[in-house]
């Protein structure tokens, strides 16, 4: 876990305020759309917070004017994953959620912006979603006729009956 003091360029800036840990996701040129990288990181930090009981709450918020505007379709579009990449990243994700939902710790989403697919599904995956009054959350995988692979149609409808 770290105090506040990785790269402004990694995909994921942990910072720590007193028993308070904030995660803002760091792709504010992608609107911080998740990347493996950054499923990665996340996993490794709630990993940590899992067992830190100094850590007495945590939030999940995005760089600049968006929370997460889901998968980063572009980058997958210029190297298409092969199966067992695409398992992969897809495990990753669903492991972020899991991780989320069962934290000893209340996670708060801070939505400052756009929860779109995977974004909207991180968020769903907290205990509390405080939302910005111009946020937009969208399901886009609705109309694609595919589905958002890390539990969403599950905490949709337990989270809004």
């Known amino acids: 876990m770290s105090d506040g003091t990785a790269s402004q ?3 994921l800036v942990v910072e720590r305020h007193d ?3 904030l995660l ?3 792709r504010p040129e992608r609107l911080n759309a998740v990347s493996p990288a950054m499923y ?3 996993n490794d930090t709630l990993r940590g917070v899992a067992d830190d009981r100094s850590v007495r709450s945590l939030v999940v918020t995005g760089t600049g004017r968006a929370f997460c505007v889901g998968a980063d379709l572009q980058a997958h579009g210029d190297a298409p994953l092969g199966r067992a990449a695409r398992r992969a990243y897809a495990l990753e994700a ?4 899991r991780r989320l939902q069962t934290l000893p710790q209340p996670v708060v989403a801070a939505v ?3 929860a779109i697919g995977a ?3 991180l968020a769903l995956s907290c205990d509390l979603i405080v939302v910005s009054r111009s946020a937009k959350l969208r399901l886009p995988e609705a109309a694609l006729g595919t589905f958002v692979g890390g539990g969403v149609t ?3 409808a337990r989270r809004v009956g």
Do not use: I, M, W
Not at 94 to 97: I, P, T
């Open 112 to 114: 400052n912006g756009h």
């Open 154 to 156: 599950y905490t949709l």
């Open 94 to 97: 669903q492991e972020v959620n």
């Open 40 to 42: 990665a990181a996340l």
């Open 119 to 121: 974004g909207l599904e």
């Open 24 to 26: 803002r996701l760091n």
């Open 9 to 11: 360029s990694a995909p």
């Open 19 to 21: 028993d308070v840990l």
